[in-house]
């Protein structure tokens, strides 16, 4: 299961004659072993590393080998030492990840964050604010129709979260759905029923025309969505490519990262904010 | 044996009487039955009139409704999707992720069996019991009820193979139902959902519950046809 970083026909392209430039060039120093990354489908599907790794090859000459699975899924890869570096979004898994001695030199790279949609007429008045658990508190007050993913997703545990940080249990207001379903469906069920729900960035973007849902409430640091590098232990699997997990650790904590990062946008829209500076 | 695992947990929550499954289950048996309860008489009556009456296009209207017999429910539910989304052009009746969206459904997919089923039987029923029944003077609707009454069995037949169906069908009521919790989800459609978060105990149970029905409903049937089968014979 290990596909190139670059993804479509163009980044594919570029990828092509990076590999052929690196083969025709005559390389002084012994040609550097591949660094395998293992990271979640976020990030890879979004576009992202198709426009950050061909960068950090061209300067650094380590190609990156990218796989792509759940953060559960990618952690375990690095526990086994059969990735070199995990590019993930769960910080009590990678906290647990690094205090087992799996991985070290945990950075913070970027987040991308979640809002509240709703219906243009938002019949709960949450537009425009600031503070996520107002707007949840204000939904289940007015008894305003909600609809949760309801499938123990990242998502759904994070609305969870927010109703817990109200002590509000969701099932009590009359309009609360739990649906059980992926996001694009509940995005869609929610256009259905004139209702309320939480998303991640992305998806509503992806789905917003055929919609009509409208973010109401985004920015609060509550609903962001951190993700974070770790390097496997190399004294704990010898034969991992330690110095291309650092090299790779350093660029994209960079200034010249982080800008890359910052640059990538989807139709005019930036979905990943870069926070390595603390 | 973590399958044993899984089937032990399975059956406590059905012993304990786990509030949440048995919720799961009343919502599937009132659609389905629903379905039926509203569906069973047209549908009959349908079969009735293409067994017994002549008229253009008879043959071609049979083959179709046996063609509809393999009618994907993902399709039924797709269409009835489209008709009640807001855009269509049942939108302003709010029907969309209801029980009554999955009612609607459920009678779709349930009409084709139920008339296929009943013009086989009624075509089997010897001929001359609605001849019998006009002459004693006897009009249409009793004669037909006479010649219905003689395949009882064929048409009950029909009834619960339409069961069957509907109550073990996931498609459209995913699609048109939502899979709401306490609302519109059903056995299916929550086996579904347990099995995608991984936990296999509720679905199990849930699964054994869909099996009993299924089971049920057909050793009742076998029993009934074996009754009618017996009263056949005994005639000379």
């Given at each position: 299961m290990f596909s190139h970083a670059t993804k479509g026909v163009k980044s594919g392209a570029v990828g092509l004659l990076l590999a052929i430039a690196a083969g025709l060039g005559a390389a002084p120093a012994p040609a550097e072993p591949d660094l395998r990354l293992a990271t979640t489908t976020s990030t890879d599907n979004s576009g992202l590393l198709g426009v950050l790794?061909?960068?950090?090859?061209?300067?650094?000459?380590?190609?990156?080998?990218?796989?792509?699975?759940?953060?559960?899924?990618?952690?375990?890869?690095?526990?086994?030492?059969?990735?070199?570096?995990?590019?993930?979004?769960?910080?009590?898994d990678e906290d647990r990840f690094v205090a087992a001695g799996f991985g070290v030199n945990r950075r913070d790279v970027m987040y991308n964050d979640f809002v509240i949609v709703g219906p243009a007429a938002d019949p709960a008045g949450i537009r425009g604010m600031q503070d996520a658990l107002g707007a949840f508190r204000r939904i289940a007050q007015t008894g305003a129709a909600f609809v949760s993913r309801g499938d123990d997703s990242g998502t759904h545990k994070l609305e969870l979260a927010c109703w817990r940080a109200l002590g509000i249990r969701p099932e009590t207001n009359p309009g609360y759905r739990s649906a059980g379903r992926g996001m694009g469906e509940v995005l869609l069920m929610a256009a259905e029923l004139n209702a309320y729900t939480l998303t991640d960035r992305a998806t509503q973007r992806a789905l917003a025309k055929k919609t009509g849902l409208t973010i109401l409430v985004g920015g609060d640091p509550r609903l962001f969505n951190p993700y974070g590098i770790i390097a496997v232990n190399p004294q704990r699997h010898a034969d991992v490519n330690f110095r291309g997990a650092m090299a790779l650790v350093d660029w994209i904590t960079s200034p010249e990262g982080q800008q890359a990062i910052a640059d990538f946008k989807v139709d005019g829209e930036q979905l990943f904010f870069p926070d390595a500076q603390k | 044996m973590e399958l044993?695992?899984?089937?032990?947990?399975?059956?406590?929550?059905?012993?304990?009487?786990?509030?949440?499954?048995?919720?799961?289950?009343?919502?599937?048996?009132?659609?389905?039955?629903?379905?039926?309860?509203l569906i069973t008489a047209p549908a009959i009556a349908a079969g009735f009139v293409l067994a017994h009456v002549a008229f253009p296009g008879r043959r071609a209207l049979v083959v179709l409704v046996q063609g509809l017999l393999s009618l994907p429910t993902v399709?039924?539910?797709?269409?009835?999707?489209?008709?009640?989304?807001?855009?269509?052009?049942?939108?302003?009746?709010?029907?969309?992720?209801?029980?009554?969206?999955?009612?609607?459904?459920?009678?779709?997919?349930?009409?084709p069996v139920l008339t296929a089923y009943t013009v086989t039987a009624v075509q089997g029923a010897d001929a001359r019991v609605f001849e019998t029944a006009v002459s004693l003077g006897a009009g249409g609707f009793r004669a037909a009820l006479s010649t219905l009454w003689e395949v009882r069995f064929g048409v009950m037949a029909a009834v619960f193979t339409g069961f069957g169906r509907i109550i073990s069908e996931i498609g459209c009521s995913l699609m048109v139902g939502g899979n709401i919790a306490g609302l519109t989800r059903n056995m299916p459609t929550a086996i579904a959902l347990e099995t995608s978060k991984g936990q296999f105990a509720q679905g199990v149970a849930l699964g054994i519950v869909l099996l009993i029905l299924a089971l049920g409903v057909n050793v009742a049937l076998a029993a009934l046809q074996g009754q009618g089968g017996m009263r056949k014979a005994w005639q000379p």
């Amino acid at each position: 299961m290990f596909s190139h970083a670059t993804k479509g026909v163009k980044s594919g392209a570029v990828g092509l004659l990076l590999a052929i430039a690196a083969g025709l060039g005559a390389a002084p120093a012994p040609a550097e072993p591949d660094l395998r990354l293992a990271t979640t489908t976020s990030t890879d599907n979004s576009g992202l590393l198709g426009v950050l790794l061909p960068k950090f090859e061209a300067k650094s000459g380590i190609k990156v080998r990218v796989i792509a699975v759940g953060t559960g899924k990618a952690l375990k890869l690095g526990e086994n030492g059969d990735v070199d570096v995990v590019l993930v979004h769960s910080r009590p898994d990678e906290d647990r990840f690094v205090a087992a001695g799996f991985g070290v030199n945990r950075r913070d790279v970027m987040y991308n964050d979640f809002v509240i949609v709703g219906p243009a007429a938002d019949p709960a008045g949450i537009r425009g604010m600031q503070d996520a658990l107002g707007a949840f508190r204000r939904i289940a007050q007015t008894g305003a129709a909600f609809v949760s993913r309801g499938d123990d997703s990242g998502t759904h545990k994070l609305e969870l979260a927010c109703w817990r940080a109200l002590g509000i249990r969701p099932e009590t207001n009359p309009g609360y759905r739990s649906a059980g379903r992926g996001m694009g469906e509940v995005l869609l069920m929610a256009a259905e029923l004139n209702a309320y729900t939480l998303t991640d960035r992305a998806t509503q973007r992806a789905l917003a025309k055929k919609t009509g849902l409208t973010i109401l409430v985004g920015g609060d640091p509550r609903l962001f969505n951190p993700y974070g590098i770790i390097a496997v232990n190399p004294q704990r699997h010898a034969d991992v490519n330690f110095r291309g997990a650092m090299a790779l650790v350093d660029w994209i904590t960079s200034p010249e990262g982080q800008q890359a990062i910052a640059d990538f946008k989807v139709d005019g829209e930036q979905l990943f904010f870069p926070d390595a500076q603390k | 044996m973590e399958l044993w695992d899984t089937t032990r947990q399975a059956l406590v929550l059905l012993g304990t009487g786990d509030p949440e499954l048995w919720q799961i289950v009343g919502v599937s048996l009132r659609v389905s039955l629903s379905a039926l309860l509203l569906i069973t008489a047209p549908a009959i009556a349908a079969g009735f009139v293409l067994a017994h009456v002549a008229f253009p296009g008879r043959r071609a209207l049979v083959v179709l409704v046996q063609g509809l017999l393999s009618l994907p429910t993902v399709v039924v539910g797709l269409v009835l999707y489209m008709l009640l989304s807001r855009q269509g052009p049942l939108g302003d009746w709010h029907l969309l992720f209801t029980q009554k969206a999955m009612i609607l459904g459920q009678m779709m997919l349930a009409l084709p069996v139920l008339t296929a089923y009943t013009v086989t039987a009624v075509q089997g029923a010897d001929a001359r019991v609605f001849e019998t029944a006009v002459s004693l003077g006897a009009g249409g609707f009793r004669a037909a009820l006479s010649t219905l009454w003689e395949v009882r069995f064929g048409v009950m037949a029909a009834v619960f193979t339409g069961f069957g169906r509907i109550i073990s069908e996931i498609g459209c009521s995913l699609m048109v139902g939502g899979n709401i919790a306490g609302l519109t989800r059903n056995m299916p459609t929550a086996i579904a959902l347990e099995t995608s978060k991984g936990q296999f105990a509720q679905g199990v149970a849930l699964g054994i519950v869909l099996l009993i029905l299924a089971l049920g409903v057909n050793v009742a049937l076998a029993a009934l046809q074996g009754q009618g089968g017996m009263r056949k014979a005994w005639q000379p």
